[in-house]
């Protein structure tokens, strides 16, 4: 069975940084694609950040100019760099891949932001 199981997620102050890891028990590149979403508290899931296998990159709107996803392929890890963060970007954060016809999601992490 795949796993994803996601990390990094903490409490920062406004203005500061986080970065997150998703890390895949199977081969990163096996996934069609990986994402992550974010889900504020009473929300809907949205997308936050995608990269394909072949390596293209699109990012919701609220991640624009502040965020940046990686992987390393010798890690099997997804990354996602958080800068500037704002307390609107409180939210359980998860990765998720498409493997296949199948959709695998991790548990996600709880990213906090206040003053």
């Known amino acids: 069975q795949v796993q994803l199981v996601e990390s990094g997620g903490g409490s920062v102050q406004p203005g500061g940084s986080l970065r997150l890891s998703c890390a895949a028990s199977?081969?990163?590149?096996?996934?069609?694609?990986m994402a992550w979403y974010h889900q504020p508290l009473g929300k809907q899931r949205e997308l936050v950040a995608r990269i394909t296998a072949g390596g293209n990159i699109d990012y919701g709107d609220s991640a624009k100019g502040r965020f940046s996803i990686s992987r390393d392929r010798a890690k099997n890890t997804m990354y996602l760099q958080m800068n500037n963060l704002q307390p609107e970007d409180t939210a359980v954060y998860l990765c998720?891949?498409?493997?296949?016809?199948?959709?695998?999601w991790g548990r996600g992490t709880q990213v906090t932001v206040s003053s």
């Open positions: 998720g891949g498409a493997l296949g016809s199948l959709a695998v």
């Open positions: 199977t081969n990163i590149f096996n996934f069609k694609s």
